[in-house]
């Protein structure tokens, strides 16, 4: 088990784990939401500009070893468009996510799954790198930095990050999964739980905001490794915290296994808001999945930002981490429009502001 030293702490939040109503817990969560962010809930456009990865995760949808979807990377052409569009529609943020094409981790899959040579493997992961380099020249070419850029596309050398943050990358959300090595190294083969820690160490000490977060009720997950996970996330001092529930994808290893109730994904949403009153926590698409009601739910619970699908509607079909995804036929930014009415309904008010976490704002001392 990753962490030991913080036994306190660790019975604490188990006994309120085990002893509050959730129905309590959400009270309470609501009230601290509403004391640091108001009723706003900012909203994020998220691009998955590529689903080519080197990893085999048993859970995802996207691992090397499923073979019955395309594989596709936008341009950075296309990406740009979507951004302007977004830019138009009133986005201040945008996530460009991807699978993950580094070498660092992959030689176990690749030698394993795949005809490349791990040299060539380091071409094609150095080529993604530089793609990623000339798109976020061209972002801040074109953009103030009234626009934020979030990266997700996984683990990288301390040096790549430190160069994407200085061509104006701000933020990185990497989800180390699960708090525990042993559960994460059995679920991602070949990848090392200590080597993500690590990564999300290095994104903190260059200057990024930096989210990371869990599946709810991964095969395999213990109330120990739950409550693990929910104290990791406030030990690493998260400015975002994204969670959700392990959806059961068919073309996976793990196609059979059940998923958790929306109780239980709301029960850990408050907790973590109560946890980080200050970090900003998204109502993921995993949650509203999960339940029709998923994303108000989740929003009343703690939570207080929204991530807009705004890829393509082609290629959203192509990048089914789970089945059942929401959104994916929708058009992002039509999306919009219905969303403010369904956040009013709930009392929350739809922001576009660049919605900077409150956390990293006190660590380099502005005021707010
Ligand atoms: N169910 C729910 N979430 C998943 N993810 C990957 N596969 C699944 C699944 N089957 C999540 C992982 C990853 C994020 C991008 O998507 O937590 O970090």
Known sequence: MYISENINEFDKIQNIYRNFP?????????????KYFQNKIYIRGLIEFSNICFN??????????????????????????????????????????????????????????SSNTPANLKTISLKFIEKVDKLLIEIRRRYSDEVAITLSCGVYERKTYQDWFNLGANRYLLRFETSSGDLYEDLCPGKSFSRRIQALQDLSDIGYEVGSGFLIGLPGETEEITINNLLLCKMLRLDMVGIGPFLAHPE????????????????????????????????????????????????????????????????????????????????????????????????????FERGDSLTSKRKIGINR
């Open 252 to 351: 996976t290893p793990l196609a059979k296994f059940p998923s958790v109730d929306i109780e239980q994904v709301l029960k850990i949403t408050s907790l973590l808001r109560i946890l980080l009153p200050e970090s900003n926590i998204p109502a993921t698409t995993a949650t509203g999945t999960l339940d029709k009601l998923g994303w108000e739910k989740a929003l009343s619970s703690g939570a207080n930002v929204l991530m807009i699908n705004i890829s393509p509607a082609e290629m959203k079909k192509e990048y089914l981490l789970y089945p059942g995804k929401i959104c994916i036929y929708e058009d992002g930014f039509k999306y919009l429009s219905d969303l403010k009415v369904k956040l009013e309904k709930i009392g929350k008010q739809l922001c």
């Open 22 to 34: 959730t129905g309590r817990l959400i009270d309470i969560s609501n009230s601290i939401t509403k």
């Open 56 to 113: 085999d995760c048993k859970y995802c949808g996207i691992r090397l070893s499923n073979r019955s979807f395309n594989r596709y990377e936008l341009s950075n052409e296309k990406i740009l468009s979507i951004i302007e569009d977004g830019y138009r529609n009133g986005i201040r943020t945008f996530v460009l996510q991807s699978g993950e094409r580094s070498y660092l981790n992959s030689d176990y899959n690749i030698k394993k799954k």
